[in-house]
């Protein structure tokens, strides 16, 4: 798990100090809300490096491809934003990022709705996937032997390598309890 000299473009805007957006990387809300920021250009540019490096260290434990390192159409930016390329490597902060990454997981909302009452929580295993559990109780009274019927190794849901297949399997399951739920 390592990269080494990797540059993405973002762009550089004064908020309260400086934020540095990465909108082609982070394209829900890159244009929005910044992956970092601070005081000065300069200090929010050295934290943007930080904050890059263990977003990418992210997707690689997560089993994800790197991001592709789209450019910013030029007609996107305002006067406000500056463009500004980033440039990072896991060897600058390996060792921040292998004393946290192991804590690293996933929250999976039914239909990625984050007020959604399914929740699932995901861990990685031993052997390098991920165990996709329910997050406490399914909100539906619901007999346990229907529960494991359903899924034989509730509230285990599955072992996956990558979150899609995670979301995936998670939706799966709610929508047929929720079927039986209704039958009953």
């Known amino acids: 798990m390592t990269f080494e000299n990797i540059v993405y473009p973002a762009f550089i805007k004064q908020e309260e100090g400086f934020g540095i957006h ?22 929010a540019i050295q934290n943007a490096k930080k904050a890059l490096a263990y977003l990418l260290a992210g997707a690689l ?16 930016v305002t006067e ?19 004393e946290h990454i192991h804590f690293r997981h996933w929250h999976i909302y039914f239909n990625r709705d984050e007020k959604s009452d399914f929740q699932a929580v995901a861990y990685k295993n031993r052997q390098g996937l991920w165990d996709v559990k329910v997050d406490g109780d ?35 399951l709610v929508l047929r309890v929720k079927k039986i739920k209704k039958q009953l």
């Open 22 to 43: 990465f909108p082609t990387l982070l394209p829900k809300y890159g244009w929005e809300t910044p992956l970092s920021s601070g005081p000065t250009k300069k200090e």
């Open 61 to 76: 434990y997560d089993n994800e491809d790197l991001p592709s390192q789209a450019h910013i159409p030029a007609n996107l």
């Open 80 to 98: 406000e934003m500056e463009l500004i390329f980033i440039k990072t490597s896991y060897s600058d902060y390996a060792k921040e990022i292998e």
């Open 138 to 172: 399914l909100p539906i009274e619901m007999a346990q032997e229907k529960l494991i019927q359903l899924c034989p190794t509730y509230p285990v849901i599955c072992n996956v390598r990558r979150r899609d297949d995670a979301e995936e399997a998670f939706d799966s």
